[in-house]
């Protein structure tokens, strides 16, 4: 006969077997971004399977590589991805994407399928919003497009760099007292959004920057810049960029050079993740880095996902979205047992694409009351799917019981 | 013809007699750093000649070819293709002009079958363009049919065995076969000028003999003006309508073969019949001489 | 001999009927009642027949359904007549059965059970050891297959109807039996129930029918076989004359290629290789490819979305490896940055074809409108892209061999920093988002649907091969070829290096710009990010593997390396995880999974393919001279790499030294 | 001294030599006459297993060396001059001199030897300093050939070491293999131009078409009507 | 002023690494012709062998060795990182480009990709997915350049007369590193110019047939090249070790494209010209930083030059490969390897 039946066909009842996927670019040279996230959405799978989250139901998890054929990620391939879960009726639910540009790329399809999209670490705000106060207008207006149906079908627990950056900006203005402010950007969408605004707000309360505003592509070497920051004599230098966009390098280039090694440094998110603190110890002068999400390790639930995340992974696998896919994935779940207590019907079969929709709906449906509290904290999404949670944490290099690691040091609310 | 070059004296240029010269060199000199490879050399070729150039090995008999052809710019001097000059032409410009060459080691397209190598030579006769061929209109066609038609006529002037073996690889043929694909190749441009540099290294006496017969062929049926340079006393002596002899970049004699064949210099620079076995050669070359000659 | 007319074939034709009808039988019921076949023959007609049970059909669905089916079913039965007229019977018939088991019914299982992409390659795995295994039974039985040019006879006029009256009867005797089987499979069926009564009516009309067809269909086939026999003088009583002189015109030839050449005469002993053979393959290719996106959930299930929009992927490689092909296989010219060219055209649409264009002249762009100027924006952008070709190009022209791979790379490298940091136009890092999809009539188009844009590429791969093939085959293919082979001797025989060069990088950036335009309207957006040089060197891998300047083979070759990366090894953590497939058992080794491997798995098969095979999967006939000779190739000495400047440059004398 | 037994060598598909055996003895010159693609080349390069053959033998004092590298035979004594010079081009002449004596240890005899050659060949004494891609095709050849008597071998085998070369060149290396075998070296020649290779060889031994069809002394070969017609250009 | 002479000497340290590994570029290149992309991915792996090497020799993050002690682990762990990636190379040589001596010239190329991606996985799944910290073992001192004064008094003691921001100031390592860097590349300039298996891989390079008529053992010279050139990369990988403090996986695909670069700007297949090839890219990469935005300024690149540093490079090396088409020193000096 035709066509393939696959699992959890149990006559003409809805399946038992609910898929759950996930998208993030986890070999290659993006391995070290994708792949924590992912381990920690499947952990929540495992967990969730492990405790009959929904009884009667079992979860399959569905990881896709949206990293393409040249090794790095590709919106082309993360785009297949999202079209090819979409095909499998059983598909309730995608976490991902990892990066932004992916995301455009998705956005559109998982929006007229419909099925739910959430990203642990999307932090372009004009994903979602649209607006000339946020940079959001003119060719960044791109909510039409990336939502065609009007309706919205894609969240993200990540608060967006708009507030990342002014956060840390008032910080290191306010708190810290610095003045003078040297800006190095990685040339990505992330980095030099961030940096974007952290300049701005860096202004409005009054700071200078200094030297040039830069734009520098990840480099081995960052002398020529070390030199310009020299020139300039700044307070503090900020970072809009990822560890592995060479912030490592930038940082570690600071130090080791006499002329800066007493700079304090500053970064966003992309720079705030164990291995990164590892390899810059906190000798010498201060590294900071937001993070925008609840301070995860003063939360109990927090300690317990660590431990157990650890002890399936391996330390080193921790990474900054770690915690952020495990939480996606779990509101995700959540959802899905909301609809079905709320009645609604699994599809037979990954052949059965009207049921699918149906229920897939009914997902999303319930993404939208989402009320939950997990390891980053507190989320309900707002009519653009953002999170309620717009706290930024702050965190230092601290050395402590013979671990480098980035220690808590304060919370801001984003206004 | 060989009357009217009986009265040239050796080592002076000749002066145009009867027809127009096809190509002139005059006091054409190239130097590579402090070498002068050629130095001076005046040379008058007229329609349907066979002219050879000998020398020892380094006298600058390549070189002269490689100016003529383009492929190196002369130091000094001009060089005029029925009046005109060439100087500072790229070689498919000289060969447009009429001048097709072979090399001393075979230059063929190795991985081309033996009618593409042809088809390559006719290069220049064809027009198509990329639309043209694109969309392959009408006219391309039929040029591409009559190239093709051409190209097999080209082979069959060897013989059958090249039409034969048309859609083989050159690397697959033998020595003598390759080189007269290369000769095929270089008629396939229509020249008015063959260059031929050393048309018959590596073949053996029978090969040879055959060579001989072709290029005169060449000549009297096709109406080509073919310039040589070869080693082979056989071949030139008995060929040519007149030599040319370079030595250390400079022309040291050009006459009528017997002229030549006679004067000192060329005897201790090239023929070495001053040395000690002056026999020995010489009855080789009369012998191979006269069989030809029949 | 003629004078009687009868289907029951004479007892001596009779056993290469047998052969054949049972060799295609084979997979024929395979696919017809093991994997989709019928139920897709049943599913049309029951859309005909208007029977509620149908939900998959539309009319036009159903149309293309049928004239799938029919094809399909046709070619089959013409292939009986065509391989009957064309067996010159000196095979045995074992070993043609085992060869089709193996060749073909064991990969339509494969592709069954695993699905297109991992049954082909399996499929290939199969075949590997597969012909390893035979050669190896063939020399412990001390076997040898007859020599090919032994085959080479001519048939008479008398023996060529005989033969197509031969296939005839084959056509007829295959298409009978299939019939009876079938009836016999649907009764059994329908007395378990599973038939619906309406489909009784083309049961009956289906008994009917293919014996008909199969007598008209045979003779097709047996008339297609004889046009490639060689046809005796029909004066002289020496007919085997012309055999001969084919056969001295052959044995002129080398060894490999005499047998290249034998191949195409009937009768021959391989008939199912020869061209004749192929033409019916032809046919069966092209309409599946064609009806493809139809009968996908028919023969694989749900997912035909996701499938179609991989293959759309896969589909701008092939452009982009054919266009690389010029470059890099016809003119030898490396190109370490082909990306430049592609990302040019991808940022011609993007600019142009969305709003972007607003913003920057500020003429209001209407999407419904613009849409329709996607076409006549293909072959700008592919122009501008040559333009940059042409451009770029020039001033590498000195440059030979690596130096030139560099200057490549070098472009591969700035272009898309240029549009990255030019974000006052192409809103630089942000990528431009809302690409337009082309429009046409009656399609219902736009960046999510996969069925237009799979025709689409299809459309454009078969513009492009046909552009390729076209310039391969003429006067500018063989200069390209030409200056490959030398350079000099290119030169000397009046090809003019500059422009022949600059017209290779122009033909080649035309193609990637095709294939820009392409990606940026099936994704929707686009962003500086996506072209790196490691696109470059993956589009390189696609040629070189193919077979460089061999144009199956770079279609191959990319379909192969997209395949194999993204298809296969992209997808075995995903197929892992599901716990009802085989790869699931690996997830018990504790933190293992595949994509922390994906790198090594992708860099041993690139090796390994590269050293099996050096000169590609299907290398141009000239490549494999190539390879084979290698030994012979002097090294020019005192030329080749020498030559670092074309002729008339200032310091090219200096390099190079001709004789 | 050198021996070949049924040696059949392949391109590809294409059986080029087939069955061929033939002897050097020490002290002697043999020559090895066939028309063009009768597989000469293709003899030596077996020899110096450049192709490998596929079945047969070949020794050099009475040890096997077809399976050894081609370097280690060239270190046991063997010498070639190759078809086509195959000299170094982009190092000096000098640079090239030096390599032909890469197997020996002597810095001494080195510089005996070069004043040696350039003697031979006057031509190369001038052009010490030149890149030796730049020299004409005969000064290669030249070069290739004093390239190989660098080596001090005890036998030398010589492709075709006349091609290109002016007469007087010609006989300059005719000479020089006339006085290198009274040296005592054994000489191995192929040389299209038959009757002056014949002229001076003890032996000679005829190729055509992969098979030796013919092996005589010189001097009967060279009144051999088969040999006449076949490579002296007629009776 | 400072600035400028700052920036040259980080370049040139910077730089110092790319000539060691652009001469393994060019060496393979010039005996065999092939791009040998996993040449960088090598140097990758010597950095992970030198800390795997100090940290088989008991250096944790915290010991600081001294004296004698300090020098031996020096020189151990760069031994150890140069022998290891020596090997490597080797047998990279035997298994990937070895049966293809014969291919058609791209088939290498092709495997030595394929090679650099299996090296990539095998540092991640060696060494993880993040970076990893070179122990800094080597005491790190500023010596300062410039502005100083030197006093009379014997011996002439120097001081810096600006804060360590306003001097022109080198470090220890980067004198290490020089002084590695140097050495390796006076000892290989002398192995290829002046030994013999200097002139046997010139002679392998031009004619692998003739080479071998002369006695040479061409697999064996192969291999050596390899071996050296590999070695080389290891020794890079040492240096880049200290000088940076940390490595990961990916930095091989970075550092041999630049390298690449460096050897084709010198003039591939020539030694000094790779080694000049570094520097100069070295330099120029830095140098790129003071391209001011334009934005800003009216004048120079949109968003700085930092942004566009690999475009400026590449622009700098096709305008010199414009003028020159064989690299900067691949004409002058005709020697290959
Ligand atoms: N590119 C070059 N650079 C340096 N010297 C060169 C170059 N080309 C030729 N020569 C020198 O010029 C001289 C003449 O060379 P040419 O090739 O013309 O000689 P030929 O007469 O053809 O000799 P043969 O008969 O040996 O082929 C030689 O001494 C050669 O070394
Ligand atoms: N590398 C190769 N690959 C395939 N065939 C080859 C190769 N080298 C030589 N041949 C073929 O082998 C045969 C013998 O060639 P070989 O070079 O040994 O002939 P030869 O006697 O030396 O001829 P010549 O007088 O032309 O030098 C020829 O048919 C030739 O085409
Ligand atoms: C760099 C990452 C942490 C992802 C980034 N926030 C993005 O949206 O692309
Ligand atoms: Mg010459
Ligand atoms: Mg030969």
Known sequence: ?415 | MSEMQAERVEGTPSEPVTAEPLLELSQVTKSFGGLTAVGDVDLIIRPKEIISIIGPNGAGKTTVFNLITGIYRPTKGEIRLEGKSTVGLNPDQVLTRGIARTFQNIRLFNNMTVLENVLVGQHTQLKAGVLGSLFRTPRVRHEEEAARERAVELLSFFGQSLVDRQDEYVINLSYAERRRVEIARALAAKPKLLLLDEPTAGMNEAETLEAVGYIRRLRDELGLTILLIEHKLAVTMGMSDRIAVLDYGRKIAEGLPEEVRRNKMVIAAYLGQSAEEPEQSAEMQEQTEDHEVK | MSSVRTLLPPPDTRKVIIKWVVALLLPLCVFTFVWSGEGIVNNVFLGYLGAETSTTFTWTTLIEATIFVAALYMVIIALAGYLTAADSGRRGWIETWVDIVAQVVVPLLLVQLMGLIMGLAASIIVWGAYSFGRSRVRKMLNYTPPPPLASLDTLTEEARAQRVQQATAAGFWFATIFAVISLVADIIYYVAGLVSNTLLIWIVARTIILPIAGYFLGQLGGRTAMRRALKAKENGANGNGVAKSKERQLASLSLARAKEKIREIVPTDQPLLGPGAQRFYMILVVAFAVFYPVIDPLLFGYGTDGRLAAYGDAGYYVILALGLNIVVGFAGLLDLGYVAFFAIGSYVWGLFGSSQFQLLTGITVQPTIWGWLFWPMVIVAALIAALWGIILGAPTLRLRGDYLAIVTLGFGEIIPVIFRELDKYTNGINGIVGVYSPALPGVNWNSITTIPYYYLILALIVLCVFANIRLRDSRLGRAWIAIREDEIAASSSGINLVNTKLLAFGAGAFFSGIAGVYHAAKLGTVSPDNFNFSDSIIYLAMVVIGGLGSIPGVIVGAIAVYAINLQILGQLDTLAASPDNILHVFRSIPNFAFNNVRGMIFGIILVAIVIFRPEGLIPSARRKRELHHEEQKIPEADEGDALEEPPGAPDFEESVRVE | MLKLSNVNTYYGPSHVLQDVSLEVNEGEIVCLLGANAAGKTTTMKTIFGLVRSRSGSISFDDKAIEKRLTGDIVASGLALVPEARRIFPRMSVMENLEMGAYTRKSRAELSHDLEHVCDIFPRLKERLKQQAGTMSGGEQQMLAMARALMSHPRMICMDEPSMGLSPIMVETVFNTVVRIRKEGVTVFLVEQNASMALKLADRGYVLQTGKIVLSDTASNLLTNDLVRQAYLGGA | MIHFFQVLVIGLVAGAIYALIALGYTMVYGIIELINFAHGDIFMIGSMLSIAALSLMGVTGNSHPTGIILVLMLIGSCLFAMVGCALLGVLIERVAYKPLRNAPKLAPLISAIGVSLILEDAGKLWNGINYIRFPQIFPRFDYCLWPISIDSVLPPHVTCLAKPADSVIVTSNNLLDIIVAVVLMVALTWLVARTKMGRAMRAVAQDRDAAALMGVNVDRVISSTFFIGAALAGAAGFIYGLQYGSTIYSIGFDYGLVAFIAAVLGGIGNIRGAVLGGLLIGVLEQMTSFIPDSDVYGFGLPHGGGAWTRAVIFAVLILILVFRPSGLLGQQTPEKV
Not at chain 1, 60 to 78: C, H, I, L, W
Not at chain 1, 238 to 265: K, V, W, Y
């Open chain 1, 1 to 415: 006969g035709p066509g393939t039946s696959t699992t959890g066909n149990n006559g003409g009842a809805g399946s038992t077997t609910i898929k759950v996927a996930t998208d993030f670019p986890v070999s290659g040279q993006d391995t070290a971004n994708g792949k924590p996230a992912q381990n920690g959405a499947e952990l929540a799978v495992k967990e969730a399977n492990d405790q009959n989250f929904i009884p009667g139901y079992k979860f399959q998890f569905v990881p896709k590589d949206d990293v393409g054929a040249q090794g790095v990620y590709d919106p082309d391939t993360g785009k297949k991805n999202v079209t090819e879960l979409i095909g499998d009726a059983l598909v309730a639910g995608i976490v991902g994407p990892f990066n932004s540009s992916v995301a455009q790329a998705e956005m559109p399809v998982a929006n007229q399928a419909p099925i739910v999209l959430i990203s642990p670490s999307n932090t372009n705000q004009c994903l979602t919003r649209e607006g000339a106060d946020i940079g959001c207008s003119g060719a960044q207006d791109k909510v039409p497009t990336l939502r065609p149906t009007g309706k919205t079908t894609y969240f993200r627990i990540a608060t967006t760099d708009d507030h990342q950056g002014s956060v840390i900006a008032d910080f290191l203005y306010q708190k810290k007292n610095y003045k003078k402010a040297y800006v190095v950007d990685d040339t990505t969408v992330y980095g030099a959004g961030l940096a974007d605004i952290f300049v701005k707000e860096w202004k409005n309360l009054g700071g200078t920057i200094v030297g040039n505003r830069e734009s520098k592509q990840k480099s081995n070497d960052y002398g020529g810049t070390l030199a310009n920051i020299k020139a300039a004599h700044p307070d503090v230098v900020f970072f809009g960029g990822t560890d592995s966009q060479g912030g490592t390098q930038f940082r570690q280039q600071l130090q080791n050079d006499a002329g800066t090694s007493s700079l304090p440094f500053a970064g966003g998110d992309g720079i705030q993740n164990t291995s990164f603190a590892k390899t810059i110890g906190a000798k010498g002068a201060p590294t900071y880095a937001t993070v925008a999400k609840v301070n995860e390790t003063i939360l109990p639930a927090a300690k317990t996902f660590i431990d157990s995340y650890n002890k399936t992974y391996g330390e080193d696998q921790y990474g900054a979205y770690s915690a952020g896919g495990y939480d996606c994935m779990k509101i995700v779940l959540a959802a899905i047992k909301r609809a079905i207590g709320d009645g609604a019907k699994t599809p037979k079969d990954s052949n059965d694409a009207d049921g699918g929709k149906t229920f897939r709906q009914a997902v999303i449906d319930a993404m939208m009351k989402t009320d939950y509290s997990g390891v980053t904290g507190h989320h309900t999404f707002d009519s653009n799917g953002d999170t309620s949670n717009k706290v930024i944490s702050i965190y230092q290099i601290v050395e402590a019981n013979g671990k480098t690691d980035y220690q808590f040091v304060d919370q801001i609310s984003a206004k």
